[in-house]
């Protein structure tokens, strides 16, 4: 059973930073796609993030210019740095992985709150 699992989160100020990280249970592979999702109260879960089998990343259009995903293979970890942050980014975030010759996992989910 390979796992997924978040940390990083909590309370941050509006403007202020935040970096979130997935940590896996086995090592990552060219063939891994990777991604951050999030689910704000009251709305769907929606794609924040990715980061795809050929390295390429792709944002929302609400994060971009802001958010950065990235993954260090040596630690199994992805990373979302998460700068400016606004009221709006409140929610819970998924690290996301479509692992290659396994299948989907996803993390717990982790709390992100932008506030006062």
């Known amino acids: 059973q390979v796992q997924l699992v978040e940390s990083g989160g909590g309370l941050v100020q509006p403007g202020g930073s935040l970096r979130l990280s997935c940590e896996a249970s086995?090592?990552?592979?060219?063939?891994?796609?990777m991604g951050w999702y999030r689910q704000a109260p009251g709305r769907e879960r929606e794609l924040v993030a990715t980061?795809?089998?050929?390295?390429?990343?792709n944002y929302a259009d609400s994060v971009k210019g802001r958010f950065t995903i990235s993954r260090d293979n040596s630690k199994n970890t992805l990373y979302l740095q998460m700068n400016s942050l606004k009221p709006e980014d409140t929610a819970v975030y998924y690290c996301?992985?479509?692992?290659?010759?396994?299948?989907?996992?996803w993390g717990q989910g982790i709390q992100v709150t932008v506030s006062s």
């Open positions: 086995r090592s990552f592979l060219r063939g891994d796609d």
């Open positions: 996301n992985a479509a692992l290659f010759a396994y299948g989907r996992v």
């Open positions: 980061f795809t089998v050929l390295g390429s990343t």
